[in-house]
């Protein structure tokens, strides 16, 4: 399967890595995942502090960087480390 493939096949949301294997090559961006899409990709992220992130998102446009993600109400930094193979702009 080529990246458009992959790319086409998954969700508008979460987009093909380059160089990775299908296996776990998708990561979910933070600046157009809905708050669903957060919540089932990101380990110990429910909808509550997904809605979090989307509303932040829309109240102080797009993250400039993942570490952004931070700035979330409920978002610590620990929280964001965990996740971060997961993420991405």
Known sequence: MNKENVQASSSAKAEAVPGESDIGATKVSINRA???QLAQALNGV??????????YREEYGPFK????????P???SALVERNLAHLTL
């Open 34 to 36: 809905s708050a669903e």
């Open 46 to 55: 429910g909808l509550k502090k997904a809605q979090a992130i989307v509303s």
């Open 65 to 72: 960087t993942l570490d952004d993600l931070k700035q979330v």
């Open 74 to 76: 409920g978002m610590g």
